[in-house]
């Protein structure tokens, strides 16, 4: 399937994305199961989706972070075809600590860049 493109910086994108979130976490007490969350992942990118949103604060609870984006590496990981265009946007700078305690942090030592694969 072709879908229509869009440039996003130096990326060149799907004009449609997955975001990833609900894997992880949503108003509803349940989320997929790992294996359903990576066949859908499979799925968009069969679809011809290249752009993956996700975060790292997308996690069950707060001493699971980074929950989502292990989902989204697995899927790519496993992914039988080839995920050199798939670009993966992840968000920094909101915290999650023990308790459930959000807050924000965008300073140079909690940001950084990461790059596929791992």
Known sequence: MTTKQRRIGQFTVSCVGLGAMPFSMSDKPEKPAEGQAIATVHAALDAGVTLIDTADIYAPSWDTMG????????????????????VVA?????????????GRDGSPSTSGTRSWPP
């Not at 929950?67 to 798939?86: F, K, P, Q, S, Y």
């Not at 992840?90 to 959000?102: H, S, V």
């Open 67 to 86: 929950h989502n984006e292990r989902i989204v590496a697995e899927a790519l990981r496993t992914w039988a075809g080839d995920a050199a265009n798939v």
């Open 90 to 102: 992840t968000k920094g700078g909101i915290t999650r600590g023990e308790g459930e305690t959000w």
